[in-house]
Structures are given as C-alpha cells and as structure tokens.
C-alpha cells in the first residue's frame, strides 16, 4: 500500500478526496445514530426480538457505544503503528461485518453483537467521534482516526472549516436514515428494518475503494520514517507546489520541530499522565473532558429517540413521530452550515459558552412545555426541539471533534484522540440508556437535568479551555511550555493562565495574518506562489 498515494492526486484535488474520505467516516456515525431511532419503534423488529422492555431496547440502542469504547482503545493501540490510512481501511471493513449481521439478525443476542462490532469500527473510522453492537465496533475505529487524518493534513485557517464539512456529513447521514425509515414504515415485513441497517455497507465500500490511493499524513511519515522525505513529499502534494518550495520547507521545519520537542515522551499509555514540560497530562484531561461533555448536553436524548420523544412525551402517532423526525434532521443540517463559517471566525471557546447557556435556556422551557402538556404546549414543545438542535449545530457539534487533534502534543494524539473518543461514546452510552426509562419515569424533569449540564459545561469552558482556532498543530506546543512561563503567572482569578495566553496568541496570529506577516505560508499557497513568481519577473528584468 503506496503511503504517498496516486501519484495523480495532490493540491485541491488531494485534499477534497480526503476529505471526502473523512466525511463518509462521519456520514455513517450519522447515520447509524439515525437509523435507530425508527429500527427500536419498528413493530417486525420488536416482534423478532421478543418485544423488549424499555430498558432492553435502551441497552440494545447503548451497545453500539460499548463497542465504539473498544473501538478507540483498539485505534489509540494500534493506529500509531499502522497509520491513520491502513487504520480507516480497517474500520470500515469492521463496521461492514457488523452491519451485515446486524441487517441479518433473527434473535437478540446476535443483534447485540452486531451492535458492538459496528460501533468499534465506526471508531475507528472516526480515528483516522444490521445489528447495532457490532456497527459499533466498527464505529469505533472510524470515529477515532478521521479528525486526526483531516488536521494533521489541513492549513490552520481551513481546519476548522474542514472538519465542519465532515459533521454536515454526519448530519446527512442522520437525515438520510431518517428519511429511509420513514419510506420504509409502509412496509409490513422485516425489510421495514433490515434494508435501512444493510444500506450503510455502501458508504463504508466508497471509504476503503478511495482510501486505498490516498497518502499518509505528512507528520506521521516524518515521525516514522528514517529520514522525512516521503512526509516532504506528500506536503508538497497536499500545498499542489515543489517539494523545495518555501511554504513546505517552512511547513516540514515546523512539524521536525514539534516531533524534536516531544521527543522524549515515548507516546506510551503513561505519558498521556505525565507533564514532560508541555502540560501533557493536562491537554489530555481537556480532550477527554471536552468530548464527555458534548454528550451530557444532552443531544442523543433527540438523535437517537426523537420520534419516541414525540410519542412519549408529545403522544403523536408513529406515523407522524416519524415523518416530524425527518424534518427536524432536514433543519440540523441546515442549521450546521452555519458552523462554516463561525468555527475559524468566531472560535471553539466563544461558540461552546454562548451555545451551552442557548441550550440550558431551551430545554428549560421544553421541560416547561411537556409539563403542561396543552395542544399549545406540544407546538412549543417541537419548536424547542429544533431550537435545541440549532444551538447545538453551532455550538457543540464540529467544535468538540476539531479540538483533541488540536490540543494534544504530536506524540499523544493518536492516543489521546482515541481515548478522547471512547469519552465521548461513554457518554453517549450512559444517556442513551438511560433516556427511556427517564422520559417514561420522571418525564420533564429529564430535560430539567440535562439544562443543568449545559450550565456547568460553560462555566467549565470558560475557566479552563484555551482557544486554538487558527494555530497550527505545533504552535499549541508554545502555549503550553513550562520554560517561559512568567513567575506567578498560575491562574488569573478562578481562570486558568494558559486561556488568557491563549487568547493573546489567537489575536496576534490574526491581526499577522490579517497584515500579511505571514505571507503565504500560512495565508494561501496560491497567493505565495504568484508572488514568488512576480518576484522573479522582476529580478529577471532587472
């Protein structure tokens, strides 16, 4: 397998196919956590699996995150090793095993199973955030390489936008398998569950096909290699100029630089716990809290149980639960378009406080409604839910992915975004268990909870995560270095010092880039190549 890619592919070109790559990646994570919202409310499949309780449909639903936890284990083991390449070819034919057996279920265990196994691929996927559990395994490889593959190949200024391409994906997915529930509900044989679990080998068939002559990341070439040609090479490929070219000279001295600096860490399990004068550790815990916390803002009480949201909670039938479901995820992906154009603009930190207190405020009000449960109400009630999923578009859905890749030092960012992702699937696991029996046993006070998280999740933002929109990978090293740290400067009231550096070093990047320091190293390969040649012209002439 060729780890410089087709040698066709480069500029524009390569980079549009990575990404394409990495966007499938988390099109079907979408569309896994959309699928099963109409499978668990599907009569033939409660019929085939013995008519669960409510509790055993939560556990069915949670499995696929068991399996995408192993699935990042697997992937923080094992990526560093392979590559973010050999790993996302991996994921995808994990997560297709899971999906045939899950589409081929006749009893529960089998599709628990199923469950887990796609989950872990899907992770690995996501590496490179039929039967469910073994999706799940396969989730979990996918979701774990993809925000990894897309930064450390990607312009500062582009990476945010990037990675919004990639979560607009997820969003199309989660439409796409709404919609296909809801055609197949007319449907009175299995095929109403089966055919929408099996359609998703064709995404994961379109990631490995593509992957398969696509380049490894430049920074783990030259972190793997004997000498950093080939990760000079695949660069230049990526920038679409020469190998010597001042852009990727400046570039490939950056990432020697970073991989010279955290040279002494050995990337192994205990140096994600240790400090070696970066802060290590501790860019580890944000990465880890940062993906937790996406899922204690609740979103999975609506991705995965919208319609039975609109059953239980609002007494729709489930024809029309469904058919509402379809359009709430027609206005989420609509909603995150938004996001491509604020993420580098305004930043992870600003979106993240502003959105958590928008989503404490509406689910509020949502707990208000359902308590009063008038016909006015219930119109409220729906409003509310896709007021929700806007402030969270905006606010905790593209941001919370783009961060860990950022944050973590070179030598643990295969591990530590893996691990950062078995976070995020944790959560996802305790609140889609216990969603269920909770709007059945304490109805609005659920909601009630989950604005209370939102409220903590700012204030845990505001005092303790720097910004990092428009820094390169190796640039957030600086940030965090022990040697120039000034005396007494620990904290800055209850904020952590590093945020308030941060903030400085943000606006600093922007008011250079803005004023041309950088030039077109950083700016725009385009622009700096007419200008080099403008240069030449008239020194010639000269």
């Not at 068991?66 to 992937?75: C, K, L």
């Not at 050995?266 to 501790?282: C, E, P, Q």
């Amino acid at each position: 397998m060729d780890k410089v890619g087709h040698p066709r592919l480069r500029g524009t070109a390569l980079v549009s196919a990575i990404t394409s790559v990495c966007s499938f990646g988390f099109w079907l994570f979408g569309y896994d956590q959309g699928v099963m919202s109409g499978v668990v409310i599907s009569q033939p499949w409660l019929t085939q699996m013995g008519n669960p309780s409510t509790v055993m449909i939560g556990t069915i639903t949670s499995l696929y995150d068991i399996g995408a936890i192993v699935g990042a284990v697997a992937a923080a083991s094992s990526s560093e090793r392979l590559g973010r390449k050999r790993t996302l070819i991996l994921g995808a034919i994990i997560l297709i095993i899971g999906s045939i057996l899950m589409g081929s279920a006749f009893e529960r265990i089998q599709m628990m199973v199923a469950r887990v196994i796609t989950g872990i691929g899907k992770n690995l996927l996501l590496y490179a955030r039929g039967s469910t559990q073994r999706l799940s395994l396969g989730i979990g490889y996918i979701t774990s390489v993809t925000p990894v593959y897309q930064s450390e190949i990607t312009l500062p200024e582009h990476r945010g936008w990037l990675v919004c391409c990639q979560l607009t994906s997820m969003l199309g997915g989660l439409m796409l398998a709404y919609w296909i529930n809801y055609g197949f509900y007319f449907h009175s044989s299995s095929a109403q569950w089966r055919f929408p679990l099996l359609f998703q080998c064709i995404f994961a068939i379109y990631v490995i096909a593509v992957t398969f002559w696509l380049p490894e990341t430049p920074r783990w070439l030259m972190q793997h290699d004997p000498t950093p040609d080939r990760g000079t090479t695949v660069l230049a490929k990526l920038r679409g100029v020469s190998s010597d070219h001042p852009a990727v000279q400046h570039e490939r001295a950056e990432i020697l630089d970073a991989i010279s600096l955290e040279a002494k860490e050995k990337g192994s399990w205990s140096d994600l716990f240790k400090d070696h004068g970066i802060r290590g550790n501790k860019r580890f815990y944000l990465a880890l809290g940062i993906q937790f916390m996406q899922q204690m803002t609740g979103i999975n009480i609506v991705t995965y149980y919208a319609p039975t949201l609109f059953q239980e909670s609002l007494g729709m039938s489930q024809e029309r639960s469904l058919f509402l479901g379809c359009f709430l995820q027609v206005w989420y992906i609509i909603a995150s378009f938004v996001t491509w154009y604020t993420i580098d603009r305004v930043g992870r930190r600003k979106l993240w406080i502003s959105m958590a207190y928008g989503q404490c405020l509406v689910l509020v009000l949502e707990a208000i409604c359902v308590k009063l449960n008038t016909s006015r109400a219930s119109i409220g009630a729906v409003f509310l839910v896709f007021a929700y999923e806007s402030c969270f578009t905006w606010g905790w859905m593209a941001t919370v992915w783009i961060y860990p890749p950022e944050i973590l030092p070179l030598k643990l960012r295969a591990k530590g975004a893996a691990l950062a992702a078995a976070a995020d699937f944790l959560g996802n696991f305790v609140v889609v268990q216990i969603t269920p029996p909770a709007l059945r046993n304490i109805g609005y006070k659920t909601y009630i909870i989950f604005a209370v998280f939102n409220f903590v999740n700012a204030y845990i933002v505001w005092a303790f995560y720097p910004e990092t929109a428009g820094l390169t990978l190796e640039s957030v090293d600086d940030l965090f270095r022990r040697d120039d740290e000034p005396a007494g400067s620990r904290k800055v009231g209850l904020q952590w010092s590093i945020v308030e550096k941060a903030a400085a070093t943000v606006e600093r990047v922007r008011r250079d880039r803005s004023s041309g320091v950088e030039g077109a190293v950083r700016s725009g390969m385009a622009r700096e190549k007419e200008s080099v040649e403008c240069t030449v012209e008239v020194e010639a002439k000269g």
